[in-house]
């Protein structure tokens, strides 16, 4: 590899998945970035999908995109939002994405002959996509999905043991996430899952040098002095992260512990980290404040809300900076009555994909611009937005081609070289796409620019023929395409607050910045509750 340049942390996780891997290796990065470093952040995943874009969002959350349209998982959001970096597609690695590069190579020839093996072929893969997503940083931290021992996760444990024969092992360190669990019944924590998840690891060829304890309470540094005891390693490198009130608490939590030192002597760099941004989040997150909000957030998948994290965090970044309470209040979609919207101060549509649930988010629009209700319209909440303005302004049948492709009153529908690929994976309008915004509009006066640029994750457009009986349901368009060809948003002049766009604004909303859109949208709120 020449040169060394760049020091690498692995984390990994044990007993179980969804315990915090991605939070607590988030964390690290903005520790690290706030001694000064240029922090990178990969996550690879296990899966034999070739990207996160046709995962079921009700198994395993939001799909992400990033600023270059790649489709992945949700942890890139906590990447971005706790360092405050956009992530790439370099970011995220599937085992799908690897062999089928690897059977491509394969069948060109590539290999010259040799038998193609997991070892050495996939994990010098895996080394290949880790260097290329470091590239430029002086920190990279990689995060392994799923759990140490999951089958289809071996190869990615053995890559990054033998990352270190490539760089060294004094530029590698291994972070293992696990959990212990609390029984009530004997009142005590249970530690031999954690011991157990350290001995696989161990069995790799792996000793973690920073052991993160999840647990649902506080408990008593014996704890941790009894793992580190198991690990090998010294009493400070075990940190316990019981559930906080916030995740954003846990960057200051990491920091306060022995942890600390480990990474000091890692980067040998004793520099405080400066975490002032995070300190004052922390003030305002535990303020008491005043005044509630309630938002209705109509969707489909009211069961995870991880299907709509950065959606909900967007809104939990504005009521901070607003100093406002946040009530999230999930509207069934499918089952949601008039009853349910004036119940709430403001109503919001997030983005997805189907026919379920899609006349109860018409229905939230209409109701919006019927009763002056603030609403927030994100992707599918801009389409079904049109959808009931058309509705208001004559066309009966007004619809998206994507739920009724028989409509001759198709106010949304499908771009021709979209055509064909509806069931497709990585065809989307995916990625960053610019918007200009019409001068005098509510977009521009939020955003406080008139050239602007969002994420998209979506394949039908509105539908521009319609736009007189749009308009005479009570919405114009207020920012389109550079070219002027697609719609980009709709606001409702006569309304106190009523946007959408047809971008993912949550994607870049950052709990210490938080998205224009969204801290607007709350702000009128304020004036409502």
Sequence with gaps: MGKINTKYIFVTGGVL????????AASIGAILKGKGFKVSMQKCDPYLNVDAGLLNPVEHGECFVTRDGAETDLDLGHYERFLDEETTRNSITLSGKLFQDLIAKERSGGFHGQTVQLVP?????????????????????????????????LSFVEAIRTFANLVGRENCLY????????????KEFKTKPAQNALKDLRGFGIIPDIVAVRLEKHAGRNVAEKIAKFAGIESD??????DATSVYDVPLQVRDSGVLNVLNRFVDSDKEPDMTAWEALSQRVGMKKDQTVTVGLVAKYVDNEDTYFSVTEALKSAAFASGVNL??????????????????????????????????????????????????????????AVVAAARRGGLARANSEEFDDKT??????????????????GTMRLGDYPAH??????????????????????????????????????VVVS??????????????????FFVATQAHPEFRSRPTRPHPLFAAFIESLKEVS
């Design 479 to 496: 920012g389109a395409s550079p070219d002027g060809k697609l719609v980009e948003f709709i606001e409702a002049p006569d309304s106190t």
């Design 175 to 186: 972070v293992s996430v696990l959990y212990v669990p609390f029984l009530s019944t004997s």
């Design 237 to 242: 490198a075990v940190i316990l992260l019981p």
């Design 17 to 24: 998945s969804g315990v915090g891997k991605g939070i607590t």
């Design 408 to 425: 001759p009153e198709n106010v949304v529908y499908i771009m021709a070289d979209q055509k064909g690929k509806e069931s497709t994976g």
């Design 327 to 384: 009530e999230i209040k999930w509207l069934n979609a499918e089952k949601v009555t008039s009853e349910d919207f004036d119940a709430v101060d403001g109503l919001l549509v997030p983005g997805g994909f189907g026919t379920r649930g899609t006349e109860g988010k018409i229905a939230a629009a209409d109701y919006a611009l019927e009763h002056n209700k603030p609403y927030l319209g994100l992707c599918l909440g801009l389409q079904m």
């Design 437 to 474: 915004l019409q001068s005098g509009s509510l977009a521009e006066r939020v955003y406080g620019a008139r050239d602007i640029v969002e994420r998209h994750r979506h394949r039908y457009e509105v539908n521009q023929k319609f736009l007189p009986e749009i308009e005479a349901g009570g």
């Design 121 to 153: 072929h996939l994990t010098d893969a895996i080394h290949e996509a880790i260097k290329k997503a470091s590239e430029g940083s002086d920190i990279h931290i990689c995060e392994i999905g799923g759990t140490v021992g999951d089958y289809e996760g």
